[in-house]
């Protein structure tokens, strides 16, 4: 795993993730993040968590693009994360796979 990037890390991120790590249940997430975020905002992180979904299985670009609504720039984006970013998006969505596959 690689190290978070140490320009994220302050006082106001850190209560807000503490605030995140709170949330108990879907409908808290839906009233926390329908307050904190725009509609919008929110659509861009689950699209993108759906572009690095669909990469991960191996998807081609003009399916993403037609399945999600991104860009190729988004799609490009999410990819480069995913080789070399802090590997976020590959733990949790290992995680929730498991969890799917657990049920």
């Given at each position: 795993?690689?190290s ?87 733990q949790?969505?290992?995680r ?8």
């Open positions: 795993m690689m978070v990037n140490q320009r994220l890390v302050n006082p106001l991120t850190d209560n807000l993730f503490d605030i995140i790590l709170k949330l108990e249940t879907r409908e808290e997430c839906y009233e926390f993040f329908e307050d904190l975020c725009t509609i919008n905002e929110l659509h861009d992180m689950s699209q993108r968590l759906e572009v690095a979904r669909m990469l991960r299985h191996g998807e081609k670009y003009d399916k993403i693009e037609e399945a999600t609504g991104a860009s190729t720039a988004t799609i490009s984006r999410v990819k480069r994360s995913l080789a070399y970013g802090a590997d976020g998006y590959a949790m969505l290992k929730i796979e498991k969890e799917k596959e657990d049920v």
